[in-house]
């Protein structure tokens, strides 16, 4: 398995911008899909964007199409999500994860999560 760790979660108005990464260790990044996620309380955790090992194909959740770029560096073991024109309901831990598609059950490796607060 690999290790995640987040970092870039923060607060923000809405309508504002906020990337946040999520760097691996391991020796396995490159060959591993990697997908974001983003959970409230109450709520099942959900997919908001992935992106294919090789960076070939990515995935966006209809709620963040147009607003959210997710994008990787394999040569950092690093995987990003910019995010833009923020809405209050993108508030949200957000969790990156590896070894999987879409679906969280697929995955094997999840970081700790990283709080994201979006104000009015």
């Known amino acids: 398995q690999v290790q995640l760790r987040e970092s870039g979660g923060g607060s923000v108005q809405a309508g504002g911008s906020l990337n946040v990464s999520c760097e691996a260790s391991g020796q396995t990044f490159s060959r591993l899909n990697m997908g974001w996620f983003r959970q409230v309380p109450g709520k099942d955790r959900e997919c908001v964007a992935a992106?294919?090992?090789?960076?070939?194909?990515?995935f966006y959740a209809d709620s963040v199409k147009g607003r959210f770029t997710i994008s990787r560096d394999n040569a950092k073991k690093t995987v990003y999500l910019q995010m833009s024109n923020l809405l209050t309901e993108d508030t949200a831990t957000y969790y990156c994860?590896?070894?999987?598609?879409?679906?969280?059950?697929?995955?094997?490796?999840w970081g700790q999560g990283t709080q994201v607060t979006v104000s009015s």
């Open positions: 994860a590896g070894g999987g598609w879409i679906n969280p059950k697929s995955y094997s490796s």
């Open positions: 992106i294919y090992f090789n960076g070939f194909r990515s």
